[in-house]
């Protein structure tokens, strides 16, 4: 069984800065692409940015310049760097990766989200 668990999450200024990490742990071989969603109320859920296990990364044009993805492959952790945060960053984030188990198939693992407020 593979879990993944979000860290990091809180209420911080206009302004300010967040990072958000995630780690799975398991029985796992090995993970390929993991990312970050969120979700804010009313709305449905987006991408923010994702990274292969090349290395390859992917944003969202709203976090383009102001977020920063990166994953460690021996700790199976994957963090969110946020800085210059908006109001409308506000949502509840949510971690996923793409992970092979040892004794299953690949499938799409979420962590239980964290949330993310953004106000004076």
């Known amino acids: 069984q593979v879990q993944l668990v979000e860290s990091g999450g809180g209420l911080v200024q206009p302004g300010g800065s967040l990072t958000l990490s995630c780690a799975a742990s398991?029985?796992?071989?090995?993970?390929?692409?993991v990312g970050w969603f969120r979700q804010a109320p009313g709305k449905q859920r987006e991408l923010v940015a994702d990274?292969?296990?090349?290395?390859?990364?992917n944003y969202a044009d709203a976090a383009k310049g102001r977020f920063t993805i990166s994953r460690d492959n021996a700790k199976n952790t994957v963090t969110l760097q946020m800085n210059s945060l908006k109001p409308e960053d506000t949502a509840v984030y949510y971690c996923?990766?793409?992970?092979?188990?040892?004794?299953?198939?690949?499938?799409?693992?979420w962590g239980q989200g964290t949330q993310v407020t953004v106000s004076s």
């Open positions: 398991g029985s796992i071989f090995t993970i390929g692409t």
């Open positions: 990274i292969t296990s090349f290395d390859k990364t």
């Open positions: 996923k990766m793409r992970v092979k188990p040892v004794a299953d198939p690949w499938g799409d693992y």
